[in-house]
T-cell receptor, first 113, second 112 residues
């Protein structure tokens, strides 16, 4: 069974631009979570989607948004990029409603210049 | 709120040495506890878990016991290998529907 895939793997953007990251969960998984990983803050939860509905949301500004499609694929969008948004963005999927077993993708490395 | 505290790294060990990475937590209720591992250039992989007090999670020679009385979930391995070099994260969730809360991570380097 294929794992969680994220595209693109690497991205360089300029301050003020916007970016969209994509995540394809493991087949059959309906929950997708997004995390931001930085050296200073570690792993921070962004949001979680289940059956196309946002079920949990972390403490990030409204510039960070996401959505989930009927095939469970998810996208996250960051508008008006800031230097501090440079990070590794990780997506994780899990079966049904339980978040106990989360399977992570390799991440998208975003650099904002 | 919930939180996880891990020992500061990096930890450098010689091959076949004994490993302990400390993890303590603060949570309401009875959380489930996890150790994840992140190899260079990769995402996180679930290493082991424990869902109730006194449970011992184990995998690939690693083990950790859920100690409610000391609110701890220390990771141990009897004999580390160079291939164990990675960053290890302790995490918890206080229910199956709430996001994972992670520690800061501990970088382990094993030298031959």
């Amino acid at each position: 069974k294929a794992g969680v895939t994220q595209t693109p793997r690497y991205l360089i953007k300029t301050r003020g631009q916007q970016v969209t990251l994509s995540c394809s969960p493991i087949s059959g998984h309906r929950s997708v979570s997004w995390y931001q990983q930085t050296p200073g803050q570690g792993l921070q939860f962004l949001f979680e989607y289940f059956s196309e509905t946002q079920r949990n949301k972390g403490n990030f500004p409204g510039r960070f948004s996401g959505r989930q499609f009927s095939n469970s694929r998810s996208e996250m969008n960051v508008s008006t990029l800031e230097l501090g948004d440079s990070a590794l963005y990780l997506c994780a999927s899990s079966l049904a409603a339980s978040l106990y077993e989360q399977y992570f993708g390799p991440g998208t490395r975003l650099t904002v210049t | 709120g919930n939180s996880v505290t891990q020992m500061e790294g990096p930890v450098t060990l010689s091959e076949e040495a004994f490993l302990t990475i400390n993890c303590t937590y603060t949570a309401t209720g009875y959380p489930s506890l996890f150790w994840y591992v992140q190899y260079p250039g990769e995402g996180l992989q679930l290493l082991l878990k424990a869902t109730k007090a006194d449970d011992k999670g184990s995998n690939k020679g690693f083990e950790a016991t859920y100690r409610k009385e000391t609110t701890s979930f220390h990771l141990e391995k009897g004999s580390v290998q160079v291939s164990d070099s990675a960053v290890y994260f302790c995490a918890l969730t206080d229910s199956g529907n709430t996001p994972l809360v992670f520690g800061k991570g501990t970088r382990l380097s094993v030298i031959a």
